[in-house]
């Protein structure tokens, strides 16, 4: 049981070029979530999705698209990267609950650069 | 919308010693839950203790508990008996709905040996 993974754990980019950040849980949880942390402040929201096919949009979305094609995986895209997206990437997942009594569990989270 | 503060950027406490993070939410929802999760430098988020609004009392979880005041909106977390291994960045999160958590901007917790 790996829990929650994110591949890569590090990237470097050049402005205006594309990537995709991959997450995937073996947990079969229903609820994903990508979150961006920068220096100095909390993690916020991109983007989540409360079931396999659905997405939508969190605090911070821009410049970003997802893709829930199967339960097990979160895709987070870069079409265009920008320097201000230079930040470190953290995916979570957890079960859905009437009232959020179950944990969000993380990923180790990907560093990445956008020179 | 949901705001967190976390007011204090940086804490230092001795080891075996007592300290108290604090956290103040804005929400106008009356059903909602508070978070405290633990960030040590390896960057894994680990929750460490979760409090339930509709619950009077107080949760706690070994040497970690919290001190909630509803009218207030505020969310303490209190560590005991401090010890090397609790040096992190602990963040307040708020369950926004969804189960999405809105986060403070973190306090950095430094153990003086």
């Known amino acids: 049981n790996a829990g929650v993974t994110q591949t890569p754990k590090f990237r470097v980019l050049k402005t205006g070029q594309s990537m995709t950040l991959l997450c995937a849980q073996d947990?079969?949880?229903?609820?994903m979530y990508w979150y961006r942390q920068d220096p100095g402040m909390g993690l916020r929201l991109i983007h989540y999705?409360?079931?396999?096919?659905?997405?939508a949009k969190g605090e911070v979305p821009d410049g970003y698209n997802v893709s829930r094609l199967k339960k097990q995986n979160f895709l987070l895209g870069l079409e265009s990267a920008a320097p201000s997206q230079t930040s470190v990437y953290f995916c979570?997942?957890?079960?859905?609950?009437?009232?959020?009594?179950?944990?969000?569990?993380f990923g180790p989270g990907t560093r990445l650069t956008v020179l | 919308a949901q705001t967190v503060t976390q007011s204090q950027p940086e804490m230092s406490v001795q080891e075996a010693e007592t300290v108290t993070l604090s956290c103040t939410y804005d929400t106008s929802e009356s059903d909602y839950y508070l978070f405290w999760y633990k960030q040590p430098p390896s960057r894994q988020m680990i929750l460490v203790i979760r409090?339930?609004?509709?619950?009077?009392q107080n949760a706690t979880e070994n040497r970690f508990s919290v001190n909630f005041q509803k009218a207030a909106k505020s969310f303490s977390l209190k560590i005991s008996d401090s010890q090397l291994g609790d040096a992190a960045m602990y963040f307040c999160a708020y369950n926004a709905g969804a189960q999405k958590l809105v986060f403070g901007q973190g306090t950095r917790l430094t153990i003086n040996p």
């Open positions: 409090q339930e609004a509709y619950k009077q």
């Open positions: 999705s409360v079931g396999e096919g659905t997405t």
């Open positions: 947990m079969n949880h229903e609820y």
């Open positions: 979570a997942s957890t079960h859905p609950s009437r009232l959020a009594t179950d944990t969000q569990y």
